[in-house]
T-cell receptor, first 114, second 112 residues
Framework: DTGVSQNPRHKITKRGQNVTFRCDPI?????LYWYRQTLGQGPEFLTY????????KSRLLSDRFSAERPKGSFSTLEIQRTEQGDSAMYLC????????????FGPGTRLTVL | GQNIDQPTEMTATEGAIVQINCTYQ??????LFWYQQHAGEAPTFLSY????GLEEKGRFSSFLSRSKGYSYLLLKELQMKDSASYLC?????????????FGTGTRLQVFP
């Protein structure tokens, strides 16, 4: 399967702990995006990369959140000192820059902070 | 500001036709996307419009009017498996950004 993959699929953690999620994009895609989705809402943009460069960060991304894409392939999203309000589905998507630029989504990581 | 509106819920009968509307007000516009999302799963791409008019793809069609800030997704010959949320998303390109701005989604329930 050559779609977007994310790990883990589910993560339960206690408030104050750090968590890290991984996203592997479609191999030829140079853009990678992170979104957050809560129940009954559409996905909200967090950040995106073109190759290894992080080109934009949402104001939603507090200083407890950091994302990297060190070699322009996979990406990690880390949340430090988790809070209950961080509980959500974290979605990763990838696309080719230019043209239609359709974003294809991975299955998501569901985070529950107790 | 950025605003995308779509109805929260709709119901329809198997075999029928349903139209899901979406209106948008965004700073930039570089295309409108429709995604389907089943509960607990990732959004999957359905359609893309960047010019005014109708795009048809099998049982699904999508329409765009940029002057009115309006789009709709038309689903024909509804099947039970079409029960899902349908997300309208605008691709924002202001100041070289490249992100999708999503509506809250329309939850469609198809009844036999």
């Amino acid at each position: 399967d050559t779609g977007v993959s994310q790990n883990p699929r589910h993560k339960i953690t206690k408030r104050g702990q750090n968590v890290t999620f991984r996203c592997d994009p479609i191999s030829e895609h140079n853009r990678l995006y992170w979104y957050r989705q809560t129940l009954g809402q559409g996905p909200e943009f967090l950040t995106y990369f073109q190759n290894e460069a992080q080109l934009e960060k949402s104001r939603l991304l507090s200083d407890r959140f950091s994302a990297e894409r060190p070699k322009g392939s996979f990406s990690t999203l880390e949340i430090q000192r988790t809070e209950q309000g961080d509980s959500a589905m974290y979605l990763c998507a990838s696309s080719l820059a230019g043209g239609q630029g359709t974003q294809f989504f991975g299955p998501g990581t569901r985070l529950t902070v107790l | 500001g950025q605003n995308i509106d779509q109805p929260t819920e709709m119901t329809a009968t198997e075999g029928a036709i349903v139209q899901i509307n979406c209106t948008y007000q965004t700073s930039g516009f570089n295309g409108l996307f429709w995604y389907q999302q089943h509960a607990g799963e990732a959004p999957t791409f359905l359609s893309y419009n960047v010019l005014d008019g109708l795009e048809e793809k099998g049982r699904f069609s999508s329409f765009l009017s940029r002057s009115k800030g309006y789009s709709y997704l038309l689903l024909k010959e509804l099947q039970m498996k079409d029960s899902a949320s349908y997300l309208c998303a605008v691709r924002d390109n202001v100041r070289d950004t490249d992100k999708l701005i999503f509506g809250t989604g329309t939850r469609l329930q198809v009844f036999p």
